[in-house]
């Protein structure tokens, strides 16, 4: 008999609580009928300023099968944080996790910048990616390269030898699910194996809080932007206040005299 599911959790904490952020937002959007085009990553919407769009995309599943279907994998995979003593763990799997989730989705707008502007696939302009596939085939292939021998379950009724994992998921996915994203996925497996070969490297706890408040700085920013919500906080407004002196340097002759006024200086703003 296995472990129960409560020393499981346990055992996997970080990749408990995705499922569980994951499996919370899919309730939300559909208690508020949000579509995925709402939420989703395209390439139109990220050239408007919706860079909030690369998290939300990936937290966010448009239906029940496609939430379970990637939960099961992310929690299969989730033997990376039992792995510590050969340099994967809690730690490096909550770092990578972010560093997946960001590039993932920067690899999908530059594919189809790409494939819009040298090819001329105006497809790729509207087609929106949305799920956390992209960091689920990251991890699949960071496994295979650490741990090439060990086995990926899926559902409980499929095993595939992890090192042909990714591949052989990114092939049977784009068949038996025409509408799954083939540049997502793909762009998942180019992020994970940039990690798995030590190209991306060096993530420590410094590194990884500066970049989750760079995310949160651009995240708030772009959905301000976006005009989605007004964050009145934000706002810097000019002041202009009479009872300021003001201060000119006039040039006389040879040189130059300063002159102090107590009367404001017309379209002066004091920030």
């Known amino acids: 008999m296995g472990k129960p599911l409560f020393y499981e959790i346990l055992e996997k904490p970080a990749?408990?609580?995705?499922?569980?952020?994951?499996?919370?937002?899919?309730?939300?959007?559909?208690?508020?009928?949000?579509?995925?085009?709402?939420?989703?990553?395209?390439?139109?919407?990220?050239?408007?300023?919706?860079?909030?769009?690369i998290i939300t995309s990936a937290f966010?599943?448009?239906s029940i099968l496609h939430l379970v279907f990637n939960m099961s994998a992310l929690w299969s995979l989730g033997v990376v944080e039992q792995l510590g003593p050969m340099g994967l763990g809690v730690e490096f799997y909550l770092h990578y996790t972010l560093v997946l989730v960001v590039l993932s989705g920067l690899v999908v707008l530059g594919a189809y910048h790409v494939l819009i502007s040298n090819f001329k696939i105006e497809y790729f302009r509207r087609v929106t990616a949305v799920g956390y596939s992209c960091v689920v085939f990251g991890w699949m292939t960071i496994l295979s390269v650490k741990q090439p021998s060990s086995k990926l379950n899926l559902l409980g009724l499929l095993s595939l030898p992890i090192s042909f994992a990714p591949f052989e998921s990114l092939i049977f996915t784009s068949i038996i699910v025409p509408q799954a994203s083939f540049v997502g996925h793909l762009s998942g497996i180019i992020v994970g194996y940039a990690i798995g070969w030590g190209l991306i490297r060096g993530m420590n706890n410094y590194w990884a809080v500066s970049m989750l408040g760079w995310i949160v700085v651009v995240f708030v920013l772009s959905l301000k932007h976006s005009g989605l919500f007004d964050f009145h906080f934000l706002e810097i407004e000019s002041v202009t206040d009479p009872s300021l002196p003001s201060?000119?340097?006039?040039?006389?002759?040879?040189?130059?005299?300063?002159?102090?006024?107590?009367?404001?200086?017309?379209?002066?703003?004091?920030?």
Do not use: M
């Not at 899919?26 to 919407?45: A, R």
């Not at 201060?247 to 920030?271: E, F, H, K, Y």
């Open 247 to 271: 201060v000119r340097i006039l040039a006389s002759g040879n040189g130059r005299n300063l002159q102090i006024s107590s009367l404001p200086v017309v379209g002066a703003d004091v920030v």
């Open 60 to 62: 966010s599943h448009i």
């Open 15 to 53: 990749t408990s609580c995705v499922i569980g952020i994951c499996s919370a937002i899919w309730f939300y959007i559909q208690k508020k009928n949000i579509g995925y085009s709402h939420v989703g990553l395209s390439y139109e919407t990220a050239v408007e300023g919706h860079h909030w769009r």
